[in-house]
């Protein structure tokens, strides 16, 4: 299983932008799927971005796409979220999953491990 933390969130006007990390221990990472899902205060959590272990397929979801980029560098055990153009509506407690299946954390999202969480707070 692969332990995580995420970090880089925080307070941020509409319109700006913030980077993510996850960092990732455990000697699977380099072969698991990884995505960012979000949750907002009184919603139920929903997916944000993922990526397959050798980036070669990436997925958002639309209320994300072209505003966030999903990246992962496998030498350093990290996943990035850079999150540009920010809206109130970003506001979130924003999570990183590991799962071995890329589908589970698109179509089921689900996944196997998780992290603590980072919270995002976007201003109007």
């Known amino acids: 299983q692969v332990q995580l933390v995420e970090s880089g969130g925080g307070l941020v006007q509409a319109g700006g932008s913030l980077r993510l990390s996850c960092a990732a221990s455990?000697?699977?990472?380099?072969?698991?799927?990884m995505g960012w899902f979000r949750q907002a205060l009184g919603k139920e959590r929903e997916f944000v971005a993922a990526?397959?272990?050798?980036?070669?397929?990436?997925y958002y979801a639309d209320s994300v796409k072209g505003r966030f980029t999903i990246s992962r560098d496998n030498a350093k055990n990290t996943l990035y979220l850079q999150m540009s153009a920010l809206k109130p509506e970003d506001t979130a407690v924003y999570y990183c999953?590991?799962?071995?299946?890329?589908?589970?954390?698109?179509?089921?999202?689900?996944?196997?491990?998780w992290g603590q969480g980072t919270q995002v707070t976007v201003s109007s």
């Open positions: 990526i397959s272990w050798s980036s070669d397929n990436i």
């Open positions: 999953a590991a799962d071995n299946l890329l589908h589970s954390i698109v179509i089921a999202t689900t996944a196997s491990s």
């Open positions: 455990g000697r699977t990472f380099s072969s698991s799927a």
